[in-house]
């Protein structure tokens, strides 16, 4: 499209060129015949040395610094175009109607306005040229960074997989002696999860319902693993169904609850898991008893939470997205899923 308008451009400059060529010279009394012949073969002229330009500026730009270069070039074509156009019009203008040549004034005239064409030629096309290379530069920054993020959410997720897939295997292998019924039902929950796991994107946000089904695949698996012991409570605002929210974003959260909440008791506990709206934001709430005095719920690394919150600032760049707090012993992670208005 710039191209195009380029294109006319120039040819638009070309006519009002030849027209104000042979307006001056008809005022000068000259045959009309014979200006536009004289026009004609200037404008032809210089639009040839205004092609061989754009040809040389295609393959070769400027430094931006190089502007007297530039000036250089202009002057060189500059004169070539005059001393060309005399040439011409030696051999078929008579010497009584070759005004500009005569004419000390006219010649300066048409030098300075033959320069500033092709100056303006050749920074246009210098304007251009860079900033089609910002675009291009811009738009291969922008590329190398998409793809630098989705690896790294690729690898957060290959990370955090085995992490709980290694957990479920053991619990299946110490299921199958005595309660291969249980062991069957766990290895088809745990191919069911791994299946909805692989079929997510990295980046691609899902609805929130989808999002709290899969999380529902992998609860039924830690209640084959933990039995009476665990209880979960989810309290799930209707109006949070339809949100947006990264896929497979809860489940580390959940298993850290699981696993600092139930580990190193006896009783059963209890976690709960609360979503509602809050302004143009997500809130998400997952709540689990700890115990204070148990020093071995704290040896962990604490890598889920951590995955989590590098995994919301490559998606919304932001690092206040996840807030944890402790009171009366009870563990609570805060999640705000920012929402488009």
Known sequence: MFQLRFLISILTGWTIW????????????????????????????????????LITLKYYKPDSRKIIEMLGWSSILSWAV?????????????????ILEQSSNGKLVLAIATFLVLTIIILVNWIVQNNTERKETFKRNEQAEKLKKEAELLNLRLQLQPH?????????????PYNPAEAQKMLQLLSEF????????????????????????????????FDHRLNIELNIDET????????????????????????????AVTINIHAQLN??????EIKNPFDKNDKSAFTGTGFGLDAVKKRLQLIYG???????????EIFTVQLLIPQSK
């Open 82 to 98: 005059l001393q060309i156009h005399q040439v011409v019009i030696k051999l078929i203008i008579p010497i009584e109607y070759r």
């Open 164 to 176: 709980f897939l290694f957990n479920s295997l053991n619990s299946i292998n110490a299921l199958i």
């Open 18 to 53: 030849i027209l104000v060529h042979i307006i001056y010279l008809l005022q000068n009394n000259v045959p009309a015949d014979i200006a536009f012949a004289d026009a004609s073969i200037f404008a032809t002229v210089l639009a040839f040395a205004a092609w061989s330009l």
């Open 240 to 267: 949070t169904k339809n949100c947006k929210i990264p896929p497979l974003i809860l489940q580390p959260l959940v298993e850290n609850a699981i696993k600092f909440g139930i580990y190193g008791t006896l009783g």
């Open 194 to 225: 791994l299946r909805g796991t692989i079929r997510k994107d990295n980046d691609a946000l899902i609805d929130f319902e989808e999002e709290i089904k899969h999380l529902n695949l992998y609860l039924n698996i830690e209640k084959v693993r």
């Open 318 to 328: 932001s690092i206040n997205l996840i807030n944890t707090s402790e009171q009366e």
């Open 279 to 284: 302004g143009n934001n997500l809130k998400i």
